[in-house]
């Protein structure tokens, strides 16, 4: 059974890993995009594309994870 305490852990490992990639995104969107498909990456979703990615992330359809992954701008040697 997860705990609260549990929770607050997993939450506070998510928030350490994804500063460290937070601020190679010049862009707000991009980086709440990034942060969703990470989660999304360690979610319990049984499988791990575009759709099923943009539906746990709450989007509509998989464009933004596309648009994320196809052409988004960030600092690669950052």
């Known amino acids: 059974m997860t705990t609260?305490?549990?929770?607050?852990?997993w939450v506070?490992?998510?928030d350490a890993l994804f500063g460290r990639?937070?601020?190679r995104f010049g862009r707000a969107?991009?980086?709440?995009q990034a942060r969703a498909y990470m989660t999304?990456?360690?979610a319990p979703v049984e499988r791990k594309n575009g759709w099923q990615l943009a539906e746990a992330?709450?989007?509509r359809q998989p464009d933004r994870m596309q648009r994320l992954?196809?052409?988004a701008?960030?600092?690669v040697r950052g």
Do not use: H, K
Request: aromatic share 4%.
């Open 4 to 9: 609260t305490d549990d929770l607050q852990v």
């Open 12 to 14: 506070a490992g998510l």
């Open 21 to 23: 990639v937070a601020g």
């Open 29 to 32: 969107e991009p980086r709440r």
């Open 40 to 42: 999304g990456l360690l």
């Open 57 to 59: 992330a709450g989007d």
């Open 69 to 71: 992954l196809g052409s």
């Open 73 to 75: 701008r960030w600092d």
